[in-house]
């Protein structure tokens, strides 16, 4: 099998020595806040670039695809537990204003060297606002570890209302974005808001437990983005008010299913038995650790291999911490959603009640409508199945500082693999 | 993943859509099944086929002097009827047929039944015996039917069905509803009952190794949607290829009408329910009407929707592509070129969209609105380029076009399942892991639902 490998590398090194591979690629980031003349107020916000355009307010987003490493929480000196992954890496901070590279033109043509073996996970969380028009931006890239692997990758915006297919990123309906190549999505998100998710679509069982998954979520227009005027939805009672929200994306992982896939092995589809509980991509402790975690060793030996030097910042594949921070007082909005390929989830957070006021990106009540009556439930925990989302508001007036837990009450999934005590699990922090 | 494998098995699919306008019935669709409320079943056994091209074992029931179907019949009442199920047995081994949610009697109208634990059973006595089975059909929704004789087994061999009641006043369509009231109204009707299979129990049945079948470490392999996988979910009902699969789980629908999914879940695990396109309106859990009194005042949207176990939900569905920012017919751009290649594509013609047949386009202002568009996206351009075709891997589904009802320029052997240029919006089980066929990806508990132009016929 190695020596497959092999032959197929010395393949592809003979491709690029004829200059065929630069000819695939055609990076275009596709921003009007970069491209058109009358974009005003162009600047970097919420992990996006954002302008007016007379009446318009957009904000653009660009990441790519392939493959890389990610850190599981059970490492050790002698093990360092790298697990292989598919992800996706936010290359925006490449472009102006206040970009790496002074130029879109620039940015563009590093995309693909940035982009390598660069996946994230979970993927860079998307944070836009119902009032802007949304272009985000995919640019897959080769995979290094499986050269043999010819896969496309897409974006879909999971439970976007009233879509068109041409933006819904299954590639069966429409396309997949080959490597090398850009597809810019447009969304318009006036009347959208709500906590979403999103993942890669093409051969979606295999690229999702890969780890193609992140958090989404669109700010309602009644959401001033500072708080105490802060809510979940456009409530007509401020029903959802909140003070600080953090996403949580419920992910797991079969280490034996990402090891057949970097190995080029028979894919184990109905034995997938996850036993890397996460959330936002890190096993508890991970998951308190405010930074972002190292760059897996193995992503900095491949780049390097490849003639590509590995920013200990920008290229961490782990970006996203899930720790819940408050002021006693303050009401938390946990966006709560799973992309977990095989199992449901019962999460909950101990000693705190949670209600839930919105679940799939609707408040969560009759009809769906603001005046409908409340369906809101105040719960102990709440049980997810991949693909859901749940908005969950703990209000923590009277609660006595300290610190308490969000976890899985299967308690079996507290667990790093074999180590004990780890996995789907992290602190709630009341000051 | 091999491709090559992908690529076999979804041609199997294209065939059935082609099949599909074979039997034209205009106009709104219902769920297919039998009407009472006196039903003769009785049961067989066959072979199914998954969509890996595997053929399975199976157990089932059927209308007496029909063929056993997988699942069993849909039996469709209306509220208040009283319902007979007579059910003969010609299986090796005691049947019997229990509804959840429904309190059944069974008395042996001839022959001996069996006493059994959950209902009374017909034995294995090669018809000899028939039980009937009588309940009052008092609410309307969705049921679950299975057998109540070692169900582990016997519904994991195929042993099971859906009843539909139907709500006092039903009226003709496309007045239907499903609960009475005005907000259960829909035009369309969708079953999705799911199921789930571990083919070495089947292999054991078959060869009579009783012995040999051990639930404790189920390893489920295929799930389907109405007795189908992908992509044999797709094909036509009826099909003659699947021979004891009648039902299919294709979805048709025009912008801006309504359909109503009812799904069950027969299987051992919970599956929640994706619907891309838009958000499903959550209006019924195991038949009963979310109302507290004002219509569906206790519904809910969804893009999810967990179906347990035993479970049942009514939900309707819509999509008209409202706010999406450009004009989803095209009515101002040049439709059959779109802007592939980074090109802002060509200067419409009267090949796009001319209504009055003089030979020139008409002006996005000279066309009237179609009745579910929305206003405010009217004339607005497509936003964006779209890259060339080089750097797209296109699927079958894909017509060349992002316009509703429009088809471009693909490659050779690309696209061709989609001759309506209508939009295919998956429909499956957000479990990833059971969207396989035995290990063969794509399948299993997935289907489409296809928004198609108004202008185009919808035939079921």
């Not at chain 1, 199992?343 to 009540?365: C, E, H, N």
């Not at chain 2, 496309?174 to 109204?185: F, H, I, K, L, Q």
């Not at chain 2, 008409?362 to 009217?378: K, M, N, R, S, V």
Request: glycine share 10%.
């Amino acid at each position: 099998m190695k020596k497959e490998r092999i032959i197929i590398q010395a393949f592809l090194l003979v491709l690029i020595a004829f200059g065929i591979h630069p000819a695939w690629a055609h990076v275009s980031f596709q921003c009007p806040c970069l491209d058109d003349p009358a974009a005003q107020n162009v600047v970097k916000a919420n992990g996006n670039i954002e302008c007016n355009i007379g009446a318009r307010n957009i904000a653009c987003k660009h990441i790519s695809a392939g493959d890389g490493f990610a850190l599981m929480a059970d490492r050790t000196a002698a093990e360092p537990s790298e697990l292989y992954i598919f992800g996706f890496h936010d290359v925006t901070y490449l472009y102006p204003p206040n970009g790496v590279y002074a130029t879109k033109a620039e940015a563009d043509a590093a995309v693909q060297g940035d982009g390598l073996l660069a996946a994230e996970t979970s993927a860079p969380t998307i944070n836009a606002s119902e009032t802007q028009e949304f272009y985000l931006t995919l640019s897959t890239v080769p995979m290094v570890m499986r050269p043999d692997l010819f896969d496309s990758h897409t974006v879909h915006f999971h439970g976007f209302p009233n879509a068109a297919t041409v933006f819904d990123g299954e590639p069966m309906v429409t396309f997949g974005v080959n490597q090398g190549a850009s597809l810019t999505y447009y969304y318009n998100l006036a009347g959208r808001g709500g906590t979403y998710l999103y993942h890669c679509h093409f051969e979606a069982t295999e690229h999702m437990q890969m780890g193609m998954l992140g958090n989404l979520f669109i700010r309602v227009a009644k959401d001033t983005g500072v708080a105490p005027n802060r809510f979940a939805y456009n409530d007509t009672d401020n029903s959802t008010r909140f003070d600080v929200d953090f996403p949580v994306s419920v992910i797991s992982f079969d280490p034996r299913f990402h090891d057949a896939d970097q190995s080029i092995q028979p894919l184990p589809f109905a034995d997938m038995l996850d036993t890397y509980p996460l959330f936002n991509g890190r096993g508890y402790p991970d998951t308190i650790n405010p930074n972002f975690l190292p760059v897996p060793q193995q992503k900095i030996d491949e780049r390097a291999a490849r003639g590509f030097t590995t920013d200990p910042v920008t290229h961490s594949s782990q970006k996203l911490p899930s720790k819940i921070t408050a002021t006693a007082g303050q009401k938390i909005l946990i966006r709560l959603s799973s992309v977990a390929t095989v199992d449901l989830y019962t999460i909950s957070a101990g000693g705190l009640p949670m209600q839930i006021v919105g679940k799939d990106a609707v408040i969560f009540r009759g009809r769906g409508a603001a005046g409908g009556l409340p369906l809101y439930q105040t719960v102990n925990s709440v049980n997810i199945g991949g693909g859901e989302s749940y908005d969950l508001i703990i209000d923590t007036a009277g609660i006595a500082a300290g610190t308490y837990f969000l976890y899985s009450t299967n308690l079996n999934e507290l667990t790093n693999e074999f180590q004990e005590f780890g996995g789907m699990m992290t602190e709630i922090v009341i000051q | 993943m091999n491709t090559l494998m992908k690529r076999k098995s979804l041609l199997i699919g294209v065939v059935l859509l082609l099949v599909l306008s074979v039997s034209p019935v205009a106009g709104a669709y219902d769920i297919p099944g039998v009407t009472g409320p006196a039903f003769s079943l009785t049961t067989g056994k066959g072979h199914i086929t998954t969509g890996d091209g595997n053929s399975v074992y199976m157990w089932m029931y059927g209308v007496q002097g029909g063929t056993a179907q997988y699942p069993g019949p849909t039996l469709i009442v209306n509220q208040g009827a009283t319902v007979t199920i007579n059910l003969t047995n010609t299986l090796p081994v005691p049947v019997s047929l229990v509804v959840d949610g429904i309190a059944v009697t069974a008395t042996a109208v001839s022959g001996t039944a069996l006493p059994g634990v959950l209902t009374k059973e017909v034995p294995a006595d090669n018809g000899a015996t028939t039980v009937q089975y009588q309940f009052t059909a008092s609410q309307p929704g969705t049921y679950l039917y299975h057998s109540g004789t070692n169900p582990p087994l016997q519904v994991e061999m195929g042993l099971l069905g859906v009843i539909i009641v139907r709500p006092s006043g039903f009226g003709p369509a496309p007045n239907r509803t499903a609960y009475g009231d005005a907000d259960s109204a829909y035009i369309h009707e969708k079953l999705f009952l799911l199921t789930d299979m571990d083919i070495r129990v089947h292999d054991a049945v078959q060869k009579g190794n009783y012995t040999n079948i051990d639930f404790t470490d189920y390893r489920d392999v295929y799930w389907f949607i109405n007795g189908r996988t992908l992509p044999d979910t797709l094909s036509a009902a009826g099909a003659p290829w699947l021979k004891y699969q009648p039902y299919d789980a294709l979805v048709l629908m025009n912008p801006g009408q309504t359909i109503l999914y009812r799904m069950v879940n027969a299987s051992r695990d919970p599956h929640p329910m994706h619907t891309h396109g838009n958000h499903h309106h959550v209006i019924g859990r195991q038949a009963r009407f979310l109302s507290a009194g004002a219509g569906a005042d206790l519904s809910n949207n969804a893009f999810t929707t967990v179906v347990y176990p035993g479970d049942t939900v009514d939900a309707i569905m819509t999509w008209t592509g409202a706010g999406i920012g450009w004009d989803i017919v095209g009515h101002g751009d040049d439709v059959d070129n779109p802007p592939l290649g980074f090109s802002t594509g060509g200067a419409p013609g009267p090949e796009d969209i001319d209504n009055n047949n003089n030979g020139v386009f008409d002006t996005c202002a000279a066309q009237t609105l179609e009745p579910w568009e929305d206003p405010a996206d009217h004339c607005k351009l497509f936003p964006l380029k779209l890259p060339g075709a080089q750097d797209l891997t296109f699927g079958q589904f894909y017509g060349g076009s992002p316009f509703l009802g429009a088809l471009g320029a693909l490659p050779p052997g690309k696209g061709g399942f989609n001759p309506w240029g209508g939009f295919f919006f998956m429909q499956h089980s957000h479990n990833e892991k059971e969207l396989t066929n035995n290990n063969i990806f794509p399948g299993g508990m997935a289907t489409f639902l296809v928004v198609i132009a108004p202008s185009t016929l919808i035939v079921e």
